[in-house]
């Protein structure tokens, strides 16, 4: 069993910042990476960025040099501080979890309930 608690949306004006939070537990041995996808009604979800067990980063263009993903492995925690914030990064943002198990290196994805970001005057 698996859980993903995401944390820290809300409204803010363009310009304005906020900080997403979310906390895995349960089953999570393996864990290869972590990171942040974001989805509006009727388009598909798209990446924003992801972070695995070291350092690597990927972020999505639209996004690069406004949001930072961090990770506190042993809180099992990953963040995604937003700042410069645009009304296109209105969403819902999902917190992922990428677990790789067994020898095959099987992967699992598990998801969080989503928290809402709106970016507006």
């Known amino acids: 069993q698996v859980q993903l608690v995401e944390s820290g949306g809300g409204l803010v004006r363009p310009g304005g910042s906020l900080r997403l939070s979310c906390a895995a537990s349960g089953s999570i041995s393996g864990i290869y990476a972590m990171g942040w996808y974001r989805q509006v009604p009727g388009k598909q979800r798209d990446m924003v960025a992801t972070?695995?067990?070291?350092?690597?980063?990927n972020y999505a263009d639209s996004v690069k040099g406004r949001f930072i993903i961090s990770r506190d492995n042993a809180k099992n925690t990953v963040y995604l501080q937003m700042n410069s914030l645009k009304p296109e990064d209105t969403a819902v943002y999902y917190c992922?979890?990428?677990?790789?198990?067994?020898?095959?290196?099987?992967?699992?994805?598990?998801w969080g309930q989503g928290t809402q970001v709106t970016v507006s005057s």
């Open positions: 972070i695995n067990t070291g350092t690597w980063t």
């Open positions: 992922n979890l990428n677990l790789r198990k067994g020898v095959t290196l099987t992967r699992y994805d598990y």
